[in-house]
Antibody, heavy 121, light 109 residues
């Protein structure tokens, strides 16, 4: 079964770049489907950040476009998120997940357990 | 402000049937399938309903989904204490992004 695990710094300074990695097991990200990131500020709802296909095709949330980059390292079966110029508003639990954009856009499963990233000096 | 509108809260007693609504527009729900997610306290969201009314294996048939026009609903029958969670609807939008509802906190009284 497909499993995902996020990793990366739990604290990022304002104006810096947030970087997270998602390690996938049980399925090769090169085999298909999109792989993406979703975030959830403390006590708030879910926000889709964006997704990428192993070939390089990407979709990003228009509200974050320009600050977001999602890319893959197929040799490690990992994909990553970079969010630049962060502010306190970017403090959230960040989830990585399999995003079924090709066949069922809106279907996101499975999800990683999530990792809290706090933006603070 | 979420693209999809859900009531912030819902409640019911054990055994009751509750419904949670999700309202959108022609650019999202009106032209795409709806998905529902359940988020138990302190855990990651889990897919509950896909393609409007389909249940993944392992999801009890107490959970059902429907869609009509630009709105969708999640119904939970035979309410149980373990159903207490946050529920989110989601779909694809013409802005080329996945959009979520603001979430509904379900309390089992």
């Amino acid at each position: 079964q497909v499993q995902l695990q996020e990793s990366g710094p739990g604290l990022v300074e304002p104006s810096e770049t947030l970087s997270l990695t998602c390690s996938v097991s049980g399925y090769s990200i090169s085999s298909g489907d999109y792989w993406g990131w979703i975030r959830q500020p403390p006590g708030k709802g879910l926000e889709w950040i964006g997704s990428m296909y192993h070939s390089g095709s990407t979709y990003y949330n228009p509200s974050l476009k320009g600050r977001v980059t999602i890319s893959a390292d197929t040799s490690k079966n990992q994909f990553s998120l970079k969010l630049s110029s962060v502010t306190a508003a970017d403090t959230a639990v960040y989830y990585c997940a399999r995003d079924h954009l090709l066949t069922m856009p809106g279907r996101i499963d499975p999800w990683g357990q999530g990792t809290l990233v706090t933006v603070s000096s | 402000q979420s693209v999809l509108t859900q009531p912030p809260s819902a409640s019911g007693t054990p055994g009751q049937r509750v419904t949670i609504s999700c309202s959108g527009s022609s650019s999202n729900i009106g032209s795409n399938n709806v998905y529902w997610y359940q988020q138990l306290p302190g855990t990651a969201p889990k897919l509950l309903i896909y393609k409007n009314n389909q249940r993944p294996s392992g999801v009890p048939d107490r959970f059902s989904g429907s869609k009509s026009g630009t709105s969708a609903s999640l119904a939970i029958s035979g309410l149980r204490s373990e159903d207490e969670a946050d529920y989110y609807c989601a779909t694809w939008d013409d802005s080329l992004s996945v959009v979520f509802g603001g979430g509904t906190k379900l309390t089992v009284l």
